[in-house]
């Protein structure tokens, strides 16, 4: 799998975080790149036809984080709320969130946004107890 990493976040910490939430879908997964925005806090998008994700999320600063996700779907339609403390928490978010969806067409699920938040959620609580850290330099 190809994994282009524009961000901070050590190349071994994406890839733990990939082989987490990408379980299960093999090599029907040809890449994923990984950036900052300053647009929204959390952007992804699962391409099908090239069989890529995009994970873009803000860059860590003492301004921003933490942020609570799913304040006002919760009261609507009955979200997981949870925090992301950095940007780590944030990709792993971002990425499992899109792996979801992406997941789901391959095996023609029904696709919603409150069933992809619950495995971003399901996947950051994962990684939050087996404590993952990368091991190498950003080159």
Not at 2 to 24: F, S
Not at 65 to 76: E, F, K, L, W
């Amino acid at each position: 799998m190809k994994v282009i990493n524009h961000t901070e976040i050590p190349d071994a910490t994406i890839r733990l975080m990939i082989k987490q939430v990408a379980k299960g879908m093999g090599r029907k997964i040809k890449g994923v790149t990984f950036c900052y925005t300053r647009r929204h806090p959390f952007l992804g998008h699962a391409h099908y036809d090239t069989k890529m994700l995009s994970v873009a999320f803000a860059k860590n600063s003492s301004n921003y984080y933490p942020v609570s996700i799913n304040q006002q779907r919760h009261i609507q339609f009955n979200f997981p709320v949870y925090d992301v403390n950095n940007e780590e928490e944030n990709c792993l978010a971002v990425l499992a969130h899109e792996a979801y969806h992406f997941r789901a067409h391959l095996n023609g699920w029904r696709n919603t946004e409150k069933r992809a938040e619950t495995y971003a959620f399901k996947h950051l609580q994962k990684w939050r107890s087996s404590n993952h850290k990368g091991e190498d330099k950003k080159q």
